[in-house]
T-cell receptor, first 114, second 110 residues
Framework: DTGVSQDPRHKITKRGQNVTFRCDPISEHNRLYWYRQTLGQGPEFLTYFQNEAQLEKSRLLSDRFSAERPKGSFSTLEIQRTEQGDSAMYLC????????????FGEGSWLTVV | KQEVTQIPAALSVPEGENLVLNCSFTDSAIYNLQWFRQDPGKGLTSLLLIQSSQREQTSGRLNASLDKSSGRSTLYIAASQPGDSATYLCAEGGSEKLVFGKGTKLTVNP
């Protein structure tokens, strides 16, 4: 069990560019989440997958954001036409089975839009 | 709208002191309440999970309680150590998503 892995850990991009983050959950975890966190705030929910199905999306996830989990394993989060307001840490988390099980977070991917 | 509030925003204590962190929530139909620890620039580490049918959970020097009727949870840390310095976040929710508070930044001074 190697934990939740996220790549890249840090990304600096110019406004208007597209960026993609990857998350590898703990193996056999069927639930995968994306959250966004800015300085001094708690994480905010973005989206949730159960296996390959995207079951819930936050209103925070504008049309410029898209997330996939094609084979129910790793997931990608793409941000198109980045804006300075997208600067944040993007956290991935995974869990196994029912809602009473612990959620495990990755170390996060820091995005800075300049 | 579900809201989670944590007070105080920051707390500084001397080493060895027992302390309590507070969390309040508006969702009376709470499913789970979880406490996490976050070190600067890092991800979150789960500390304790209390299911709605439970009143408390304990792990080592940590004890978390849940009072659904008052909409409150507390995290008790016994005999605090400098290594406990971090931001502590509480979150409520089920399998679909968690709603987090802004956290309490704890500093334990040697």
């Amino acid at each position: 069990d190697t934990g939740v892995s996220q790549d890249p850990r840090h990304k600096i991009t110019k406004r208007g560019q597209n960026v993609t983050f990857r998350c590898d959950p703990i193996s056999e975890h069927n639930r995968l989440y994306w959250y966004r966190q800015t300085l001094g705030q708690g994480p905010e929910f973005l989206t949730y997958f159960q296996n390959e199905a995207q079951l819930e999306k936050s209103r925070l996830l504008s049309d410029r954001f898209s997330a996939e989990r094609p084979k129910g394993s790793f997931s990608t989060l793409e941000i198109q036409r980045t804006e300075q307001g997208d600067s944040a840490m993007y956290l991935c988390a995974s869990a196994h089975g029912g809602a009473g099980n612990t959620i495990y977070f990755g170390e996060g991917s820091w995005l800075t839009v300049v | 709208k579900q809201e989670v509030t944590q007070i105080p925003a920051a707390l500084s204590v001397p080493e060895g002191e027992n302390l309590v962190l507070n969390c309040s929530f508006t969702d009376s139909a709470i499913y789970n309440l979880q406490w996490f620890r976050q070190d600067p620039g890092k991800g979150l580490t789960s500390l304790l999970l209390i299911q709605s049918s439970q009143r408390e959970q304990t792990s080592g020097r940590l004890n978390a309680s849940l009072d659904k009727s008052s909409g409150r949870s507390t995290l008790y840390i016994a005999a605090s150590q400098p290594g406990d310095s971090a931001t502590y976040l509480c979150a409520e929710g089920g399998s679909e998503k968690l709603v987090f508070g802004k956290g309490t930044k704890l500093t334990v001074n040697p």
